[in-house]
């Protein structure tokens, strides 16, 4: 287990690091926007309302690295969130001081919208940074449709936030899904490489059409009876219902989603489920991995696993 490289301080989140040998007679914006991965933008945040310490000292970014200092970064206090905290029996299946992995149920939302203000996994979140004072706001890094189950990315605070997105847009945070879709696919395994955008007639849906945004989506056929087929699925890309929309494509709509074309007698909702999440922590540089199994809502379709 590698040390703790961050602190608090009065509620803010506090970088700490040695300087070595290789980075002396560099200056320390070049430092922190190279080697510690801080975006300009959070870097013009720091300058306002955080701190660059060397030894106990405040500098600017043009001071120049010596070997054996100590630098302290302290961020900015996080903008407070408007969210408003609900109890909710929030299954954390992975928790440290930069993020947190959930398990959410189907049937609740990521975050607050007009059609659902309350009752959202940002909500129970909000409740239980309050319960156990933990003084961030919420970075939701990860969403999830709200009748999609799985595996949701959490970072805690702006630093980590700011990396995480970073490895997103990267396609550096890998997710497995899978999925159980009507009838048998012709192939055991593949890859969906079809654009998708708006659909006209819609203002939800989506659609596979020539001038949409390029969207490919592999998959693998896990088990399949006469009527249903589990895919194991892995996304090259991250368009708005992608897996929905592409089976849908294939004529293999999802089980349950009825927007799509799939029939809701064995499932109320999509059968997909966000089951492993991948990456390499930014700050620990450790290889994180959780699984999540089926819901039993998915297993009782196609059991077997």
């Not at 959202?120 to 004072?133: R, V, W």
């Not at 700050?283 to 819901?295: A, D, F, G, Y």
């Amino acid at each position: 287990m590698l040390p703790k490289l961050n602190e608090m301080n009065n509620d803010r989140f506090v970088l700490k690091r040695k300087i070595t040998e290789k980075y002396e007679g560099i200056l320390l914006r070049e430092y922190v926007l190279n080697e510690l991965n801080v975006s300009n933008r959070l870097l013009k945040r720091l300058k306002i309302g955080g701190k660059l310490l060397i030894n106990g000292d405040k500098q600017t970014v043009r001071y120049v690295l010596k070997t054996d200092d100590v630098l302290k970064i302290v961020f900015p206090p996080e903008e407070k969130s408007s969210v408003f905290p609900e109890k909710m029996g929030l299954e954390i299946v992975y928790e440290d001081e930069d993020l947190l992995v959930i398990n959410k149920e189907a049937g609740i939302p990521t975050i607050p919208s007009k059609l659902h203000p309350t009752g959202t996994l940002a909500n129970g979140i909000a409740y239980y940074y309050k319960e156990k004072n933990i003084p961030y706001t919420i970075h939701i890094v990860t969403r999830l449709d709200k009748d999609t189950s799985g595996l949701v990315l959490v970072a805690k605070h702006q630093y980590s936030h700011s990396l995480l997105s970073d490895l997103q847009r990267e396609n550096k945070i890998k997710r497995m899904y899978r999925a159980i879709i009507h009838g048998s696919l012709d192939k055991k395994k593949g890859t969906i490489d079809a654009p998708i955008g708006r659909n006209p007639d819609s203002i939800i849906e989506r659609m596979v059409r020539d001038d949409g945004k390029r969207a490919v989506t592999h998959f693998e056929v896990i088990q399949q009876t006469g009527a249903y087929s589990e895919v194991k699925i892995d996304l090259e890309t991250g368009r708005t219902h992608q897996i929905r929309i592409h089976f849908s494509y294939l004529s293999h709509p999802l089980v349950g989603d009825d927007l799509y074309g799939g029939k809701t007698e064995k499932i109320n909702r999509q059968a997909l489920h966000c089951a492993e999440i991948t990456f390499i922590h930014p700050l620990s540089k450790e290889k994180i991995q959780i699984v999540s199994n089926l819901p039993a809502d998915m297993q009782i379709i196609i059991p077997g696993e």
